[in-house]
């Protein structure tokens, strides 16, 4: 049973986040979409005799969360990276929702900036809630802890090392930050915040 399939994307030359980053990186998105995949083959393969494998489905059920997120976090932040960089709009309902929530656009960035030098490995994420019409800006750590039930995300970004580390040291991840917002499609962005409004 193959419930997921791996994403191909248009990642092209990238400033400040090299070509060896993204396919080592792609490899790991990868190895998500394989795991989340085996996770349930596993689950519908031991759920025959629960009693004897009840610890195992329980440690399983539990790993799914983060295969699954680990997969899903990927495809939005590689989604992101895809096509042509591209400015945001600023006559665009984003941009207007954003202005809305955080007055400037710019105090939206330094936010997310913010949020992103949590420390830990996890990812920053910026999703939209329908229920009460607002963005918020997150931390999840890993893949899956903290992730906000209901909500859309609208841009994803990986802070793990291995999304930065063959370009820049450990304690340098102020520029990784920086050159991702260099190099947003932010028509795939705009896109995913008018998909679930
Ligand atoms: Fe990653």
Known sequence: METFTTKTFNVGEL????????????KLYKG?????????NKISELKNDPE???????ELQRR?????DGMRNHEYYF????GDKKEVNKNGNLYQKIEKEWGLFENFLAHFKFVAM????GWTILYYDKMSDKLIITWVDEHHLGQ???????????????AFV??????????YIEAFFENLNWNVIEDNFKNNL
């Open 64 to 68: 799914f969360g983060f295969e699954f």
């Open 166 to 175: 063959y370009d820049y040291a450990t304690s340098e991840k102020k520029k």
């Open 148 to 162: 906000l039930t209901g909500l859309s995300p609208i841009l994803a970004l990986d802070m793990w090392e291995h």
């Open 15 to 26: 400033t400040g986040i090299s070509k060896k980053t993204i396919e080592e990186h792609l």
């Open 79 to 82: 989604e992101s990276l895809s």
């Open 52 to 58: 004897k494998n009840a610890f195992v489905l329980g």
């Open 32 to 40: 998500y979409v394989t795991n989340t995949n085996l996770i349930l």
């Open 118 to 121: 949590t420390r830990g490995i």
